[in-house]
């Protein structure tokens, strides 16, 4: 009996503490072998703060958090597919994000409201022959910078951990979208944007078309 109640807590305790949604393409693989480079947008963040801890912030400067955090996040994302392309993991190229972020600034585009282009415009700015972007919600910002200055408002206390990511990988000659991965966490988060993209995207790595 007390093994049958283990096993359901632990159950409901995953299903509370971490819940995935994949969408992959029925042609993936055709769009995979089709593709040579990928590239990273920041993805759109809201950090989500209690309103104790808000009122220590003009608007301003949480649009500005919310602009480090998407850097950071886009930093982050980079280093994760880099690191497997190096293992030799990766079916395609990962373009660096100072190249990205360069590129759309050349055409007077704002890196964190690309809303107004279609991925095929932004594949031919960039020359890649898909993207990702997406958005992210956490409850407490997981850059140094962004952590520190707000630990300084609120004496250290932030909301309890909790994490949401909804990416988009689309090719870009027909904006078709690939894959869709949506991951909620609760609970324990790494302390930085480089911990916290392993941890959403560590199990899912075997089950998108672009890795091996």
């Avoid at 991951?183 to 930085?192: A, E, M, P």
Wanted: hydrophobic share 40%; aromatic share 8%.
């Amino acid at each position: 009996m007390n093994k049958v109640l283990l096993i359901f807590c632990f159950l409901f305790t995953s299903l509370m503490f971490s819940q995935t949604k994949l969408y992959v393409h029925p042609d993936a693989d055709n769009y995979v072998e089709n593709t040579t480079t990928i590239a990273i947008l920041p993805l759109k963040v809201q950090v989500k703060l209690r309103p104790k801890e808000l009122k220590d912030f003009t608007p301003e400067q949480m649009e500005q958090m919310n602009r480090d955090e998407a850097l950071d996040i886009q930093k982050g994302m980079y280093t994760w597919f880099l690191t497997r392309e190096k293992r030799g993991t990766m079916l395609v190229k990962v373009q660096n994000p100072t190249l990205t972020n360069t590129l759309l600034k050349r055409q007077d585009i704002d890196i964190h409201d690309i809303s107004g282009y279609l991925p095929s415009e932004l594949g031919e700015i960039l020359g890649v022959e898909a993207i990702i972007t997406g958005n992210f919600e956490t409850s407490k910002p997981m850059s140094n910078a962004a952590a520190i200055g707000l630990a300084v408002f609120t004496g250290g206390m932030f909301a309890t951990s909790a994490a949401v990511m909804n990416m988009d990988f689309t090719n870009t000659s027909d904006n078709e979208l690939i894959v869709n991965y949506n991951k909620k966490i609760k609970g324990s988060l790494g302390s930085d944007a480089q911990d916290l993209i392993n941890i959403l995207m560590r199990k899912v790595s075997r089950r998108i078309p672009y890795t091996k």
